[in-house]
């Protein structure tokens, strides 16, 4: 009888078994995540994807995105499913292309390049964005809805500030 004896008992350790724990296993990337987390922890997939939730981006392949955005921009969003987007990004672009050559060519170099040089970073963007839809990982993309609005406005500030420059010079 040794009343200073430590207590031999070991506290159970409540061990997260491999087999008993509900993981989901990502599709990308293999990972196995939690049931509560929505994205995989490591490629940030989104759980419904892997569920076959998302099945309406998954229309054409990557490559043929990217070739399609190439061609026109926008329309390659339009293919994996993002219509909206796609018919907004095609119109920043042209209406930058168009706004910005015309600025250019009026002696307005320097909103022109501004604008032109927007052009060809939103239609660069897009095409990478547009294999993004495609291949559902469409929490990479950069164009997302409020980037575009945003882009576009200061597009057509820019337009405005070069037209009032122009007509009160
Ligand atoms: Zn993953």
Redesign the pocket.
């Known amino acids: 009888m040794s009343p200073a004896s430590p207590p031999a008992a070991v506290p159970p350790v409540a061990s997260p078994g491999v087999g008993d724990a509900r993981t989901w296993t ?6 196995a ?1 939690p049931v509560e987390a929505s994205a ?6 989104s759980i419904f994807d892997v569920f076959g939730g998302g099945d309406a981006q998954a229309v054409i392949t990557p490559g043929a995105a990217v070739a399609w955005s190439l061609l026109v921009p926008g329309w390659g969003h339009a293919r994996a499913g993002q219509g909206l987007l796609g018919a907004a990004i095609g119109g920043v672009v042209v209406l930058s292309a168009v706004f910005g050559a015309a600025l250019w060519q009026t002696g307005m170099s320097g909103f022109g390049i501004a604008l032109v040089l927007a052009a060809v970073g939103v239609y660069l963007v897009a095409a990478l964005d547009a294999f993004r839809w495609a291949s559902g990982q469409a929490e990479e993309t950069l164009l997302r809805p409020a980037v575009v609005k945003t882009v576009t406005a200061v597009v057509l500030v820019v337009v405005i500030v070069a037209a009032a420059t122009t007509f009160s010079a």
């Open positions: 990502c599709r990308v990337c293999d990972t995540n995989c922890s490591a490629c940030h997939t």
